[in-house]
């Protein structure tokens, strides 16, 4: 299925990184942010047991209006363009594990500009998060082929009446070939997380290489905010990992923005989920990056900003009891726009034009070190 055409170009997600048993990924804006046209977002990947970033983008289309990763426990890359300035459609390029080759790729639509929009599955399964025509999310088997619709935000609202979807917000696959599904909710105390109706994290059978539409339609199987409703709430990230699966969701009540980490060992509605205690964000402030994973693939760090100021807060994952409090780190290095967790450290990126340098600290410790220095080949004035 090819690319439809579209005319509009979407606001770029926060920064993104995400840890697994293969390493890691981060996308990092640089060249002149101020500058859309002269911003470029920049993949670096750092493979496990290495100890360097190295940049990893795929070559030949213009990013400038962001990317999003898919990355499976295998080492498999997808990435997937946002729409800018002339490119007005969503395209994709796979690389299989240990390979420096990417493979390009359609989708039948265009990408959600969320961290995110693209997961893949344990056998080269590709799901993806689509804004237009509809917002909605379809999946394919390795390829980057024969994509099928498995639900659309209207379809999910109609799932259950506890959960008033607006739109889809992220995917994940789980290691048994399961997909879930984020979205965010009008005036609903549950978490929007969707799974086929059925099916959980632990459920058994062969697990097929292509994501089908189910038969028995999807369930709700988020947890539930205590105390007031919110206005809002968002599934911001998802991850899925041995673990079972982690997210970060986001509520809004009366303008204030409060962020919840989750862990599951299972999907299926029955399991008591490990929630953090909420962070909350001071009132204009905002969240620049996040990043999932870390030492045991579950921990969690949130970047916010507010001007030049920054911040750091992370959580750990599945062994922590719910109620466990956010750590603030260090202040960052100024200018700092994204974070990622590898094993107990926390890296920043700091860009400034080409060059970006990287800095990593540890809770704990007071202070960043930077650990690299390097030059990222910027073709200026490219996108016009």
């Not at 990924?25 to 990947?45: H, K, Q, R």
């Not at 109609?158 to 599904?181: E, K, N």
């Not at 978490?191 to 539409?213: E, K």
Request: hydrophobic content about 40%.
């Amino acid at each position: 299925m090819s690319a439809p055409p579209v005319s509009s170009t979407s606001t770029p997600p926060p920064a993104a990184a995400e840890s697994n048993a293969a390493g890691s990924t981060v996308v990092v804006a640089m060249g002149d942010l101020s500058d859309p046209s002269n911003t470029f977002y920049e993949l670096f990947g750092r493979p496990a047991g290495s100890t360097s970033w190295r940049l990893a983008t795929p070559p030949g289309v213009a990013d400038n209006g962001g990317l999003v990763i898919g990355a499976s426990q295998s080492g498999a890359v997808t990435a997937g363009f946002l729409p800018s300035d002339d490119l007005t459609f969503s395209v994709l390029a796979q690389r299989a594990a240990s390979t420096a080759a990417w493979v390009p790729g359609d989708v039948p639509g265009t990408l959600a500009p969320e961290p995110d929009a693209l997961a893949a599955g344990p056998s080269g399964q590709v799901a993806a998060v689509l804004s237009r025509p509809v917002s909605s999310v379809i999946g394919a088997g390795s390829g980057l082929a024969d994509w099928s619709r498995l639900a659309t935000a209207v379809e999910l609202a109609r799932a259950s009446d506890r959960c008033a979807v607006t739109r889809i917000t992220a995917v994940a696959v789980t290691i048994s070939g399961v997909p879930v599904v984020g979205a965010s909710c009008a005036r609903s105390a549950t978490i929007g997380l969707f799974v086929p109706a059925g099916r959980s994290d632990a459920a058994g059978g062969t697990v097929s290489s292509t994501l089908r539409r189910p038969t028995a339609g999807w369930s709700l199987v988020g947890p539930v905010f205590s105390g007031r409703v919110p206005d809002t709430t968002s599934v911001l990230r998802l991850q899925a990992g041995p673990g079972g699966v982690s997210a970060l969701v986001s509520s809004v009540l009366n303008g204030v923005t409060t962020l919840t980490a989750m862990w599951g060992s299972g999907v299926s509605g029955t399991d008591a989920p490990t929630t953090s205690l909420p962070l909350r964000v001071p009132p204009g402030w905002s969240v620049l990056g996040t990043a999932m994973g870390g030492g045991d693939g579950s921990g969690q760090t949130v970047l916010l900003g507010s001007g030049a100021a920054r911040r750091v807060e992370v959580i750990g994952g599945v062994a922590t009891s719910s109620g466990e409090r956010w750590t603030r780190l260090k202040t960052p290095p100024g200018g700092t726009t994204a974070v990622a967790s590898v094993g107990g450290s926390t890296d920043a990126f700091v860009p400034s034009g080409s060059h970006l340098s990287i800095w990593s600290t540890a809770p704990g410790v007071t202070s960043w070190t930077k650990v690299d220095q390097q030059s990222v080949p910027i073709q200026f004035g490219s996108s016009r």
